[in-house]
């Protein structure tokens, strides 16, 4: 997956990410560290979380217009979050709300081999599909399959102001952003597995849907939620079955499991979902050591996934 949103070049490899990260939510910022064991998942490794909460309306994440309202609260919980973990560096991957960043699943013919110039091809084609500059943005991009007959890229674009925002805010906070990937993304690495499966990652904001089979992305896609709850459960069951039909359509068999990860309990999610074919499974549990009792209940998956690259 990209690993880095960079104006300048893409970052195609997902390893050597610090041994610290953060997620930037609207209810506050979650940090995690890995204390040993660099890119082990799941089970195996050795994470420590901390949560620091956010006032309502601190946070505003979008692509039109400034997301940090109260720039010196963010940064304050953020260097809350990260004291109460301790990382041994002052780099740290960052963590994105997927409303912020958009995700496109390309095709090409072919790239150019230098990084540099697949970037300008791929920066190329974006420029019609965001409703923003290119040329000034975050950009990253990462081939996930590859044939004689061309190759599938999936690329990750954001306003360069909304990113510059975040970056500041780290800075801000005395750290140095590493890594900057939205969270359904980084929370794709949270997943050992190479056999395909549905995921879904639930904000208050937002839900994204993905597809990944190995190392290929077949779906991604995050909509923007209703405030009002019933027509809020309506979509979700909505995204949820055209995720199933998609799945079924592509790999011949209707999945069994959804990998779930968000602001709600898995149950109470499966009881949104309303689905009895469907089986719905913690993205990333919470683990019996390193999470403190006063961590509420929030998406760990992003901060896994991006600690899996730690190196």
């Not at 070049?9 to 930037?24: D, L, Y």
């Amino acid at each position: 997956m990209p690993s880095h949103l960079n104006r300048t070049k893409p970052s195609t490899q997902a390893g050597g990410r610090p041994s610290a990260a953060i997620e930037i939510t609207p209810e506050g910022v979650l940090a995690a560290v890995r204390a040993g064991g660099a890119g082990k998942r799941g089970e195996d490794a050795d994470d420590t979380f901390a949560f620091a909460p956010l006032a309502a309306g601190a946070l505003a994440p979008g692509i039109d217009e400034p997301n940090l309202r109260s720039p010196e609260a963010v940064a304050s919980a953020i260097r809350s979050a990260l004291s109460e973990v301790s990382p041994r560096t002052r780099a740290v991957s960052v963590v994105l709300p997927d409303t912020v960043v958009r995700v496109f699943v390309l095709d090409f013919d072919t790239l150019p081999e230098k990084d540099a110039e697949a970037l300008s091809v791929v920066r190329f084609r974006l420029r019609k599909m965001v409703p923003f500059d290119v040329e000034h943005a975050g950009v990253s991009y990462q081939v996930v399959a590859q044939s004689v007959a061309g190759c599938k890229v999936m690329a990750a674009v954001l306003p360069g102001p909304i990113l510059a925002e975040y970056e500041a805010a780290v800075r801000a906070a005395g750290y140095e952003p590493g890594a900057v990937l939205p969270s359904s993304l980084a929370a794709l690495e949270a997943a050992d597995s190479m056999e395909a499966f549905l995921a879904a990652n639930l904000s208050s904001q937002a839900l994204t849907t993905s597809i990944a089979n190995g190392q290929d992305l077949l779906l991604y896609r995050t909509i923007d939620l209703p405030a009002e709850p019933a027509h809020r459960m309506e979509e979700i069951q909505r995204s949820i079955a055209v995720a199933v039909a998609y799945f079924e359509d592509k790999l011949g068999a209707r999945p069994r499991r959804l990998h779930y990860a968000g602001i709600f309990k898995p149950d109470d999610f499966a009881s949104m979902v309303a689905d009895p074919e469907l089986t719905v499974v913690e993205w990333a549990p919470v683990p019996e050591g390193g999470a403190p009792a006063t961590l509420p209940q929030i998406n760990l998956a992003g901060v896994a996934g991006a600690l899996a690259g730690a190196g």
